[in-house]
């Protein structure tokens, strides 16, 4: 089982890191977006990085209680996030566009940390990722059709 454990905390930390990535992403782009939808995308950016920053309490204090060390400093989510930082000079729909490719590639990556858990037996864990996968993917839905995809 201590493998198994050690595997779950590598894949909890995988998500601490992207999600403490992102959450700097959505800050940025929340006080930077410009243009005529300013409005509804300064608010849907608060909105997403406020529930970024509940998925990574939520993602360490797992960590935590299954005996792991969570990933807390901002170099070490750089090193190991899946999720770039952003500069300052997109354009409303850049960021849109950017943050979908975002939840794409940290859907698919979730996929591997649901079975990682599964594995494991750790129902918790695995039922946390299938939580943050649903919600993921519904807001990549409305990205794209913000974009016309």
């Keep these: 089982m201590a493998n198994n454990n050690e595997d779950v905390v590598r894949v909890l930390n995988q998500q ?7 959450f700097t992403k959505l800050h940025n782009f929340h006080w930077y977006v410009k243009g005529p939808n300013f409005f509804a995308l300064h608010t849907k950016f608060e909105e997403l ?5 509940q998925f990574i309490d939520d993602l360490a204090e797992r960590i935590l209680a ?6 807390a400093t901002l170099r070490e989510s750089l090193d190991i996030s899946i999720i770039d930082e952003a500069g300052k000079y997109y354009k ?3 960021m849109v566009a950017e943050l979908s490719k975002d939840f794409t590639n940290v859907s698919k990556q979730l996929e591997e940390a649901i079975e990682v858990a599964g594995k494991a037996e750790d129902d918790v864990t695995e039922d946390m990722f299938i939580g943050m996968q649903t919600d993921i993917d519904k807001h990549n839905w409305m990205l794209k059709s913000y974009l016309g995809e």
Excluded: K, L, M
């Design 92 to 94: 409303a729909e850049e």
């Design 49 to 53: 990085y406020d529930e970024a920053s």
């Design 66 to 71: 299954i005996g792991g060390n969570p990933v």
């Design 16 to 22: 601490v890191a992207n999600w403490t990535v992102a």
